[in-house]
C-alpha cells in the first residue's frame, strides 16, 4: 500500500463507508472498507481538505472481540403506543466468524476507539450492531486519495 498511517483513527470519519470485509482470527482483527473520508489533520492528507480512499484497510494487529452485542429497538403504532420491544441480544462467540462474514456489503454508522477498545457501530441489512474490539495499535492503509 501507498499511504500508511498508524493511530489516527480520529483523522478518519467512517460515517456510511461500505464493509467489502471484516476478519477476526488468532487475536487479529482486519477491515477493508470502501468510501472512508479522510481528514484534513491525517498526517498522510497534503490536501487541506476531506479526501475519502477505497479499499481502506484498517488492521488491529493485537485485536479480540471481547463485545458483540445485536442492537434491540422498539416498534410502535401510528399513534405512537409501544407495540413491541426487542432487548439487545448477545452474540455467542462461536457465532463470530459468520456473522462477520455476512457483514460484508453492510455500512458502518462509525469507529470510535476509547482507550483501548475500539468500538464499531455496524447498520447490517435488518438489525445494527456493536463490535467492541480491544488492541493498543490500529494501522490505516490505502492506495490512492480520491477526490470527495
Known amino acids: 500500500m501507498k ?5 489516527e483513527l480520529a483523522h478518519f470519519n467512517f460515517q456510511d463507508a461500505h464493509i467489502s470485509e471484516l476478519i477476526a482470527m ?5 477491515a477493508i472498507l470502501d468510501d472512508v473520508t ?5 498526517s498522510c492528507n497534503r490536501d487541506i481538505r476531506e479526501m475519502r480512499a477505497n479499499e481502506l484497510s ?4 493485537d485485536g479480540a472481540i471481547t463485545s458483540f452485542i445485536k442492537e434491540g429497538y422498539k416498534v ?3 399513534d405512537g403506543n409501544l407495540k413491541t420491544l426487542y432487548e439487545d441480544e448477545i452474540v455467542s462467540a ?6 462477520l462474514k455476512s457483514m460484508t456489503d453492510c455500512y458502518l454508522y462509525a469507529i ?4 483501548n477498545s475500539y468500538f464499531f457501530s455496524i447498520d447490517a441489512e435488518e438489525s445494527t450492531y456493536l463490535l467492541q474490539v480491544d488492541g493498543t495499535t490500529d494501522i ?3 492506495e490512492r486519495f480520491l477526490n470527495k
Do not use: M, Q, S, V
Open 76 to 78: 410502535f403504532d401510528a
Open 58 to 61: 484498517l488492521k488491529i494487529p
Open 140 to 142: 490505516e492503509e490505502w
Open 38 to 42: 479522510i481528514l484534513p489533520e491525517n
Open 26 to 30: 488468532n487475536g487479529y482483527f482486519h
Open 94 to 99: 462461536t457465532d463470530y466468524y459468520d456473522l
Open 3 to 7: 499511504y500508511r498511517t498508524e493511530n
Open 112 to 115: 470510535e476507539k476509547k482507550e
